[in-house]
């Protein structure tokens, strides 16, 4: 139980990293055009000129080789990274923390399940009830 609590402030804390960077670029998560929708402006030249500009979803048009202080997960080591690579590195660990987290929830649904079995929480909540909350399931 304790590895959740602490997943979920990692993950907390990694959430308002991301909003914090995504501010500083003006950025939300949807707010930035996919590479097909920022079609460059100069077409016409030669055929080595690139028709698409490729744009994170993070970054925008904020300089990405700006400098950014972090702690890496872990760690209580301080250092300057680029923006992007930043950004980059707090999505990564929050897509494992979500993964983590999944299977962490999963081995405590179990374990209730078998407590519940055995009877031992029989006196507080019934065995029925305790079932039916732990097989609850997220609907996409």
């Given at each position: 139980?304790?590895?959740?609590?602490?997943?979920?402030?990692?993950?907390?804390?990694?959430?308002?990293?991301?909003?914090?960077?995504?501010?500083?670029?003006?950025?939300?998560?949807?707010?930035?055009?996919?590479?097909?929708?920022?079609?460059?402006k100069?077409?016409?030249?030669?055929?080595?000129?690139?028709?698409?500009?490729?744009?994170?979803?993070?970054?925008?048009?904020?300089?990405?080789?700006?400098?950014?202080?972090?702690?890496?997960?872990?760690?209580?080591?301080?250092?300057?990274?680029?923006?992007?690579?930043?950004?980059?590195?707090?999505?990564?660990?929050?897509?494992?923390?979500?993964?983590?987290?999944?299977?962490?929830?999963?081995?405590v649904?179990?374990?209730?399940?078998?407590?519940?079995?055995k009877?031992?929480?029989?006196?507080?909540?019934?065995?029925?009830?305790?079932?039916?909350?732990?097989?609850?399931?997220?609907?996409?």
């Open positions: 139980m304790m590895q959740v609590v602490e997943n979920d402030r990692l993950r907390n804390g990694n959430r308002e990293a991301l909003t914090a960077l995504r501010k500083k670029a003006r950025t939300t998560k949807s707010s930035v055009p996919s590479p097909f929708e920022s079609i460059m100069e077409i016409g030249g030669s055929g080595s000129k690139t028709l698409i500009q490729e744009v994170c979803s993070t970054c925008g048009n904020h300089d990405v080789t700006e400098n950014m202080w972090m702690t890496f997960p872990g760690t209580d080591v301080f250092a300057q990274v680029p923006f992007h690579a930043a950004h980059t590195i707090l999505e990564e660990d929050q897509e494992r923390l979500e993964v983590d987290l999944k299977n962490l929830q999963s081995i649904k179990e374990k209730s399940l078998l407590i519940s079995e009877g031992a929480l029989a006196d507080k909540i019934s065995p029925g009830t305790l079932r039916s909350l732990v097989t609850l399931t997220d609907k996409k």
